[in-house]
């Protein structure tokens, strides 16, 4: 039923933008439609719940290139155990890999304790509303920082992410094949509900969640658009495999850690070895690893 309803709305919404372009009336007319979707289909998460700056960057960070659904088995267990800056800052690096397990890209799990180390150090325990500020931190860009201001605070700002990108494709991008979101960002500062952002981006992501189902092309369009590559067998398998070792052996020598991958793997754990250990993750003394202190 829906869907007839919403192919007669973005017929009707079509025709007027191309006749009168971005005008008052046509941001109007977009707000109310994703809203009345919003109102009868809204998500529940418990990142939606509860809402403090802190709570806020954890989910952000975590949701970076993972689904919701496995954000949501994992955001309250994370919580429970770090229930803020302070907790997370002083637990060791071995406890927030332990927790983080399931999540994959474990450079976010760094990047979050390394916020917190900075938050408590110098910011007093409390999360900068400075999207300035928030891009100086690690895993953090444009996108991240002013979505954690807009939820956090319900600051209006402007970004773009896969299933907003997937909306303004939708809605002002019809029959365009490559669209750059330096063409789609404009009409989202424009577009959006300054009197209650935060609502208005939860509304934006759940059609977004809505057409990927209806419309699986739509972000195929996007410039940005990059097919995810297989995870089995890729570099970023072993280098969870190898993290995951040493959180339940705590220490082990190299030559045992080879031992556990086949041939065709064993030439790339050098070089992953010494990655991780660039990047933070592990400490190597002589021929023994183990998780950074």
Same mark, same amino acid.
């Given at each position: 039923?829906?869907?007839?309803?919403?192919?007669?709305?973005?017929?009707?919404?079509?025709?007027?933008?191309?006749?009168?372009?971005?005008?008052?009336?046509?941001?109007?007319?977009?707000?109310?439609?994703?809203?009345?979707?919003?109102?009868? #289909? *809204?998500?529940?998460?418990?990142?939606?719940?509860?809402?403090?700056?802190?709570?806020?960057?954890?989910?952000?960070?975590?949701?970076?290139?993972?689904?919701?659904?496995?954000?949501?088995?994992?955001?309250? *267990?994370? *919580?429970?155990?770090?229930?803020?800056?302070?907790?997370?800052?002083? !637990?060791?690096?071995?406890?927030?890999?332990?927790?983080?397990?399931?999540?994959?890209?474990?450079?976010?799990?760094?990047?979050? +304790?390394?916020? !917190?180390?900075?938050?408590? @150090?110098?910011?007093?325990?409390?999360?900068?509303?400075?999207?300035?500020?928030?891009?100086?931190?690690?895993?953090?860009?444009?996108?991240?920082?002013?979505?954690? =201001?807009?939820?956090?605070?319900?600051?209006?700002?402007?970004?773009?992410?896969?299933?907003?990108?997937?909306?303004? =494709?939708?809605?002002?991008?019809p029959n365009k094949r490559k669209i750059d979101d330096k063409e789609i960002l404009? =009409?989202?500062?424009?577009?959006?509900?300054?009197?209650?952002?935060?609502?208005?981006?939860? !509304?934006?992501?759940?059609?977004?969640?809505?057409?990927?189902?209806?419309?699986?092309?739509?972000?195929?369009?996007?410039? #940005?658009?990059?097919?995810?590559?297989?995870?089995?067998?890729? /570099?970023?398998?072993?280098?969870? @495999?190898?993290?995951?070792?040493?959180?339940?052996?705590?220490?082990?020598?190299?030559?045992?850690?080879?031992?556990?991958?086949?041939?065709?793997?064993?030439?790339?754990?050098?070089?992953?070895?010494?990655?991780?250990? +660039?990047?933070?993750?592990?400490?190597?003394?002589?021929? /023994?690893?183990? =998780?950074?202190?």
């Open positions: 039923m829906f869907k007839i309803r919403e192919e007669l709305f973005i017929s009707d919404f079509h025709r007027l933008f191309i006749k009168r372009g971005l005008t008052s009336e046509v941001i109007d007319l977009f707000q109310k439609i994703i809203y009345d979707y919003y109102k009868n #289909h *809204k998500r529940k998460f418990p990142f939606r719940e509860n809402i403090t700056p802190y709570n806020v960057l954890v989910s952000e960070i975590m949701l970076q290139q993972t689904q919701t659904r496995r954000v949501s088995e994992k955001y309250l *267990k994370f *919580k429970k155990k770090f229930p803020d800056f302070l907790s997370l800052s002083i !637990a060791s690096l071995e406890e927030v890999l332990k927790e983080w397990k399931g999540l994959g890209y474990n450079r976010r799990a760094i990047a979050l +304790k390394t916020i !917190a180390d900075t938050v408590v @150090k110098n910011f007093e325990g409390k999360l900068p509303d400075s999207i300035d500020i928030l891009k100086s931190f690690p895993q953090i860009g444009h996108n991240t920082a002013s979505s954690i =201001i807009t939820f956090a605070f319900n600051r209006s700002t402007a970004f773009i992410e896969t299933n907003i990108r997937r909306v303004y =494709i939708y809605f002002f991008f404009p =009409i989202v500062k424009n577009s959006v509900d300054n009197a209650n952002p935060r609502e208005w981006y939860y !509304a934006l992501m759940d059609y977004g969640v809505m057409l990927k189902k209806a419309h699986p092309e739509l972000n195929k369009k996007s410039t #940005h658009y990059r097919k995810q590559a297989p995870f089995k067998g890729s /570099t970023r398998q072993i280098r969870g @495999k190898i993290l995951e070792l040493l959180i339940k052996q705590g220490k082990m020598e190299i030559k045992n850690i080879q031992r556990v991958f086949d041939s065709n793997e064993q030439k790339k754990i050098n070089n992953m070895l010494n990655q991780l250990e +660039k990047e933070g993750f592990i400490e190597i003394t002589d021929d /023994t690893i183990n =998780i950074k202190t």
